[in-house]
C-alpha cells in the first residue's frame, strides 16, 4: 500500500507502510492514491502501481 509520495527536485519519491520506500520515479508529482501515483513527464502523465510497474499513461497537455 501507498502511503505518500513527494516531490524531491525532478524525482518522485514513493513510501509505503512504516515510511519504507518503494521506488522513485523522475518526474513531476501530480497524484497518488493507496495503489496508484500519477508522475508527469513531457506532455504523458504515468501511472504506477505499488511495486513501480506502469500500469498506464495518457497524453496532456
Given at each position: 500500500m501507498i502511503t505518500t509520495a513527494?516531490?524531491?527536485g525532478s524525482y518522485?519519491?514513493?513510501y509505503g507502510?512504516?515510511?519504507r520506500q518503494?521506488?522513485?520515479k523522475q518526474g513531476e508529482l501530480v497524484g497518488f492514491t493507496g495503489s496508484a501515483v500519477?508522475?508527469?513527464?513531457?506532455?504523458?502523465?504515468y501511472v504506477y502501481d505499488e511495486?513501480?510497474?506502469?500500469?498506464?499513461s495518457h497524453y496532456t497537455r
Amino acid at each position: 500500500m501507498i502511503t505518500t509520495a513527494v516531490q524531491r527536485g525532478s524525482y518522485v519519491y514513493v513510501y509505503g507502510e512504516k515510511n519504507r520506500q518503494l521506488y522513485s520515479k523522475q518526474g513531476e508529482l501530480v497524484g497518488f492514491t493507496g495503489s496508484a501515483v500519477s508522475v508527469k513527464r513531457g506532455s504523458y502523465v504515468y501511472v504506477y502501481d505499488e511495486k513501480g510497474r506502469q500500469i498506464g499513461s495518457h497524453y496532456t497537455r
